[in-house]
C-alpha cells in the first residue's frame, strides 16, 4: 500500500513542534504568554474542520490568551 503523504501535514507537524519548542514558562511575561496561546489557537483552528475537539480547544486557548492580557484570573 503507497504510503500518502499531504504537504500541509509536514507543515503542521513543523508548527507545532516549534510551538511546543517555545512553550512559555510562568514567569514569561504575560503578554508573550498570551501571544503563545494565539499561536495555539491558530494551529488548533487549521485542523478544526476535520477533528471536531481541536476547535474547542482552539476556543479555550483564545479564552486563556484573552484572560492573560487582560489580567483576570480563571
Known amino acids: 500500500m ?3 503523504v499531504h504537504p500541509d501535514l509536514h507543515t503542521f507537524a513543523a508548527d507545532l ?3 511546543l519548542r517555545d ?3 510562568l514567569s ?3 503578554i508573550e504568554r498570551a501571544a503563545w ?3 495555539k489557537a491558530d494551529l488548533l483552528e487549521r485542523v478544526a474542520s476535520t477533528t471536531p475537539e481541536a ?3 482552539a476556543t479555550a486557548a483564545r479564552e486563556e ?3 492573560l492580557r487582560t489580567g ?3
Do not use: H, I, Y
Request: hydrophobic share 45%.
Open 17 to 19: 513542534s516549534a510551538l
Open 72 to 74: 483576570t484570573s480563571a
Open 65 to 67: 490568551a484573552a484572560r
Open 37 to 39: 496561546f494565539d499561536r
Open 28 to 30: 514569561t511575561p504575560a
Open 55 to 57: 476547535a474547542e480547544l
Open 2 to 4: 503507497p504510503t500518502v
Open 23 to 25: 512553550r512559555p514558562a
